[in-house]
């Protein structure tokens, strides 16, 4: 099974700030991953599929890289409604596997 | 537009049964592979099973295996989850996920809004 870590796992920022969140796996999983982000009793949306392709309506300061073990979600300058809790997904091979997750936090 | 409702829910016994439920409407049910996925009360998101378009492939997520059953029938546009020998650390909002439009792209690219199983004596 595939193990995806997340790092860190709090991330304290403001506004306009640029921040990057990692995650790793354990095994190579080509770009086979997506990011989602879940704000406090919401359901999760997906921000980049594919480690970098950019959802329909998502902003542009969301971007994504990475292939094979890492990868990398940047958001360019934080915003307000970026306050949220992200999570790396992959779906090179099943069991699907989330990672632990990442809590935005304002600074 | 896509949506998936789920429903079912609710507070039952460890070691009981229960059956949720994911209608699905704005697109051809038929055609896509369908996931659950859980999130227990302050935690992350944990996979839990799929089931192929035609319903002839299914896998689970070791923490359920050989306890909980994804099914589909196409002609109610409904997806399932049995859960039986429920277990305490089965409390979670289950979500209904539907993949992306393309062949291959197998993330969530929509979800329902999730109904709560508490397991719980």
């Known amino acids: 099974d595939i193990q995806l870590t997340q790092s860190p796992s709090t991330l304290s920022a403001s506004v306009g700030d640029r921040v990057t969140i990692t995650c790793r796996a354990s095994?190579?999983?080509?770009?086979?991953v997506a990011w989602y982000q879940q704000k406090a009793g919401k359901v999760p949306k997906v921000l980049i599929a594919?480690?970098?392709i950019l959802e329909n309506g998502v902003p542009s300061r969301f971007s994504g890289s990475g292939s094979g073990t890492t990868f990398t979600l940047t958001i360019s300058s934080l915003q307000p409604d970026d306050f949220a809790t992200y999570y790396c997904q992959q779906f090179n091979s099943y069991p699907y596997s989330f990672g632990q997750g990442t809590k935005l936090e304002i600074k | 537009q896509v949506h998936l409702e789920e429903a079912g829910g609710g507070v039952v016994q460890p070691g009981k049964s229960l059956r949720l439920s994911c209608v699905a409407s704005g697109f051809s049910f038929r055609n896509y592979a369908l996931h659950w996925i859980r999130q227990a009360p302050g935690k992350g998101l944990e996979w839990v099973a799929v089931i192929s378009y035609d319903g002839s492939q299914k896998y689970t997520a070791e923490s359920v295996k050989g306890r909980f059953t994804i099914s589909k029938d196409n002609s109610k546009k409904t997806l399932y989850l049995q859960m039986n020998n429920l277990r305490s650390e089965d409390t979670a909002v289950y979500y209904c996920a539907r993949e992306a439009e393309s062949v291959g792209d197998q993330y969530f690219q929509h979800w329902g809004q999730g109904t709560l199983v508490t397991v719980s004596s």
């Open positions: 594919k480690a970098s």
């Open positions: 095994q190579s999983i080509s770009r086979w």
